[in-house]
């Protein structure tokens, strides 16, 4: 799998005992991006939550992050723009992912 200018990216971790959590929205370029920095991490022993969407596990899978499934976007309305939809997709999915996030 090739991810561009990230896939020589170098992460120093001090301390591997941690826990992180990525979000992506669906925008296969910015999750092919993250994936390299995904699998940096998890290499070096972080467990890594990997939030996206369905149609992106495959991709989470194969760097060994654990995949998180985020809520679907809601349908189109005409003429809105992409700002607007992800305002109105975080209004949604913050208050869903909160509990899973306090574990």
């Not at 826990?19 to 999750?31: E, G, M, V």
């Not at 995904?38 to 899978?61: F, M, P, Q, T, W």
């Not at 760097?63 to 809105?80: G, M, S, T, Y």
């Not at 949604?92 to 996030?101: E, G, T």
């Amino acid at each position: 799998m090739y991810f561009g200018p990230w896939q020589n990216i170098r992460i120093i971790i001090v301390q591997i005992n941690c826990h992180i959590a990525f979000f992506d929205l669906p925008d296969h370029t910015r999750i092919t991006t993250t994936l390299a920095i995904a699998e940096a991490l998890v290499i070096k022993g972080v467990k890594l939550d990997h939030y996206c969407l369905e149609n992106s596990r495959e991709l989470v899978e194969s760097v060994r992050a654990n995949f998180c499934k985020l809520p679907p976007f809601k349908a189109k309305i005409q003429d809105e723009t992409l700002q607007y939809r992800v305002i109105e997709y975080s209004l949604d999915a913050v208050p869903l992912l909160l509990p899973q996030l306090r574990q």
